[in-house]
């Protein structure tokens, strides 16, 4: 009988992501984690063999490449910090230029001009809490704040001219609007006065300028595709899908529009032609999640990046002439054999109230009778669980367990009257939704009462705190990774440009502060008596160290189980596979001495 592979053979299993081709179509820059961080690596066609163009001990976190030339920008972060400084280099690595050099501010991504000349970006440079948009020239090496636009704002495209900006910006991750920034006047006019949350998600300008392809739930439940035009301000619905349509990319003609949807969490992409008005599904793309649609140059290539739950990530390219497409990196599972990776099986299963939860549910392939559960619960918390690569996932599975990743109320992906039943007052309902989670393991599902642990990250770790101290008499264990444990500290002390969003979701300080205590996991950490692992870093911005620091100090006092994994060079997470290397052994050492034990 084969050995099994340690989970070290799972984590060192490669990405590749985040692609962008050259304006001529013969290279391919895009980033890859083969030395542990993601960098810079180009290729110069499918199946060829990639050279690495960045040496940085951090991550990188975006690569484009100019429309006119070989240059390209990339972005860079300071252990985990998430603030985002600029480069530009040439596409051999040979020559790299610092552009945006202000580390005490966070840099957002935006595009570039037509003509490659300048590049447009929003950035917290003149005020920490606010992402105001600027315009560089790269020549002059000059930064010009464009105007003082208050909020979180993102510019997604130029206007066909390059004399105007469409900016989007998020007042939460329901709600948004556009607007238009002329760059010769400052002047940025709102596209999309509205009342309640309604999203808009991604505009595209027509090439005549007349108007722009969005996505939006404007009037409906979830994003579809409208046209909005810029003279009269109309919204125009380009049809009724019953699923979220999440990105789109268009080509530099106009011709050829690509459509990603969101069908019950796994990627389906549309190629439109808009000349002879025909619609395409592609197919031959890994069925699971696809993301980072972008169009090529050349007017008929579309890159995205896709991955399965048994496939890594990948850069594809799309050929919407021919409908095919055309992997161009070789990310792999190396030496894992096939039959230790499984499928999950969407199951949904009924909460307190009725509502019906969906769920991916891994099993073991060769479970007899009861077995331990690990149930993995999301961040966001409008995010939503999908079917991608999670090298933890399988190599628990590989051990015996199962794996439950549900999408409790308050998850993206199932239209926004679902997205929004667990704001402010109601959140306490979607940990509700963990314990019906737990009921179903146990009455369908296959799980041994006695060893379902929960595990989380990031608004996920919220959910495990919560669920150790609501439900304390169901779980054997706890992981918590860079969880929010006392949301009045949270709130106050997450970074000032995200505090207004999260409160949108949340609730806030001013009206809410009692509440948000009352539902705080800390306040009820005396009643938290299942082992648990926190693990953070550092220099996480979104959630900060002190939340773990709480709950940590909190159970040591009660001598309750506790292990705490501090890292000094992370963020909100792991870019670093060193830092995972150690992590996750650590963890599953954990669940196996708490949860898959004897008896």
Known sequence: ???????????????????????????????????????????????????????????????????????????????????????????????????????????????????????????????????????????????????????????????????????????????????????????????????????????????????????????????????????????????????????????????????????????????????????????????????????????????????????????????????TVTRWTASSLATLPPEALVEPELVRYPSFDGLTIPAFYFKPRAATGAFPVVIDIHGGPEAQRRPLFSPVTQYLVSQGYAVLAPNVRGSAGYGKSYMHLDDVYRRMDSVADIKAAYEWLIREGGAAPDKVAVYGGSYGGFMVLSALTTYPELWAAGVDIVGIANFVTFLENTSAYRRKVREAEYGSLERDRDFLQSISPLTHVDRITAPLVVIHGANDPRVPVGEAEQVVAALQERQVPVEYLCYPDEGHGFAKLENRLDAYPKVVAFLDHYVKRPG
Do not use: C
């Not at 810029?230 to 049809?239: I, K, P, W």
């Open 1 to 323: 009988m084969p050995t099994q592979p340690d989970l070290r053979r799972y984590l060192n299993i490669r990405s590749s992501m985040g692609g962008s081709l050259r304006h001529d179509g013969r290279r391919l820059a895009f980033l890859n984690d083969t030395t542990g961080v993601l960098q810079v690596w180009t290729v110069d066609g499918p199946g060829l063999w990639p050279e690495q163009r960045t040496f940085y001990p951090d991550r990188i976190t975006f690569v484009s490449y100019s429309p006119a030339s070989h240059a390209l920008i990339f972005g860079k972060d300071e252990g985990g910090n998430e603030q985002d400084q600029f480069y530009l280099m040439d596409d051999e690595g040979l020559d790299i230029r610092p552009l945006t050099a202000m580390p005490s501010a966070r840099h957002m991504w935006g595009a570039w001009s037509h003509d490659g000349q300048r590049i447009a970006f929003t950035a917290t440079r003149d005020n920490p809490a606010e992402f105001y948009p600027y315009v560089m020239d790269l020549a002059r090496g000059e930064i010009e704040l464009v105007t003082e636009l208050p909020g979180y704002n993102v510019v997604t495209k130029w206007m066909p001219n390059d004399d105007a900006l469409i900016i989007i910006r998020f007042t939460s991750n329901a709600n948004s609007d556009l607007f238009f920034l002329d760059l010769a006047t400052g002047e940025a006019r709102h596209l999309t006065p509205h009342e309640g949350d309604v999203l808009y998600q991604a505009a595209e300008p027509l090439p005549d300028g007349s108007g722009l392809l969005i996505l939006t739930d404007e009037g409906r439940d979830f994003l579809n595709l409208a046209v909005y035009d810029l003279a009269t301000g109309e919204v125009h619905s380009l049809g009724e899908y019953n699923w979220d349509q999440e990105e789109l990319a268009l080509t530099p003609d106009g011709r050829w529009l690509g459509v990603l949807s969101n069908e019950d969490g796994y990627g389906v992409l549309e190629i439109r032609d808009r000349l002879h008005e025909t619609h395409t599904t592609i197919e031959g793309l890994p069925h699971g999640v696809l993301a980072g649609l972008t169009a090529g140059r050349d007017g008929k290539t579309f890159l995205l990046t896709a991955t399965s739950s048994t496939e890594a990530l990948n850069v594809w390219a799309v050929d919407a002439e021919r409908g």
